[in-house]
């Protein structure tokens, strides 16, 4: 009996020592992306490419199918291996990203233009080792179409609705979790519901979990969704009537991660089918 208690008491201190060890601002995937390929029914392409400094993520350049440039984006890492900042090059301008943490949590991502003195914030509030509230602040920002510093943190999906207001007005999200994966966010503008949010999910691996979120399997510190998304039902707010628009996701497997991903869209009337294939190493 006593045996039993001695290597039980040493299991649990194992564990404990192996979450510790992994802080939010951390991404060591054991599958690293290393290029993810876009295009619809319409002949859109885009290319991005994966660079990585042994098991760090130091680059990611992103062109057109044609080859011209949209944006490079370049990582810096504090000596505990987290995310310090994120400096994305775009054809005329910079913009720089910084990351402050309280200790293993990362509670804030300030985004300034280089030569400008405005400043995108965005806020994490964090219940239970999940981020349940993000807030940003109002700025003018001529990168609203073109880089989403989220979508290092959260599904595409959740990332592409967290935007700054084109109305100035602060923004604020709340996410709803159900075990790993985020289900559904609320959007209020100055207070006020804009647009409510849900998500289904597979059982297979989020390629991009582990960004900013601890690594070790054994707990619960995360801010990226485990799983990938399947279902999407978008519930908006206009003049006092909502509209309602769903999307479904298909995947293609290679075991348990995702090689490619389908879904149609709609524009004026017509359907648009898209594609993304992701390539690891």
């Not at 967290?162 to 994966?181: H, M, V």
């Given at each position: ?8 008491v ?13 802080k ?37 350049t ?19 291996k ?23 949590d ?76 985020v ?76 090689v ?22």
């Amino acid at each position: 009996m006593k045996k039993k208690v001695i290597l039980f008491v040493a299991l649990m201190v194992s564990v404990l020592l192996f979450s510790s060890c992994h802080k939010e601002g951390q991404y060591l995937p054991k599958k690293k992306i290393v290029r993810i390929e876009r295009s619809s029914s319409e002949g859109v392409s885009e290319i991005e490419d994966w660079a990585w400094n042994g098991k760090l993520l130091s680059n990611i350049t992103i062109k057109t199918g044609g080859g011209d440039l949209i944006n490079e984006s370049t990582f810096k890492y504090t000596s505990d291996k987290r995310v310090e900042s994120i400096r994305v090059n775009f054809v005329d301008f910079v913009y720089n990203y910084v990351f402050t943490y309280d200790g293993k949590d990362l509670v804030k991502i300030s985004r300034q233009e280089e030569g400008s003195d405005d400043v995108d914030v965005y806020t994490f509030k964090k219940v239970d080792d999940h981020v349940v509230e993000i807030t940003l602040a109002p700025v003018e920002s001529k990168s609203l179409d073109k880089f989403n510093v989220l979508r290092f943190i959260l599904p595409t999906e959740v990332a592409d609705q967290i935007k700054p207001s084109e109305a100035k007005a602060t923004t604020t999200y709340r996410l709803t979790w159900e075990g790993d994966n985020v289900t559904q966010m609320d959007v209020l503008s100055n207070g006020v519901s804009a647009m409510k949010t849900t998500w289904k999910y597979d059982d297979k691996i989020n390629p991009f979990n582990g960004l900013y979120s601890d690594a070790s399997l054994r707990s619960k510190d995360m801010l990226y969704s485990a799983n990938n998304i399947i279902g999407e039902s978008v519930a908006l707010q206009i003049m006092g009537m909502e509209t309602v628009t769903n999307k479904d996701f298909e995947y293609t497997y290679d075991g348990k991660y995702p090689v490619e991903r389908t879904w149609i869209s709609e524009a004026l009337g017509q359907q648009i089918k898209h594609t993304e294939k992701f390539y690891y190493k």
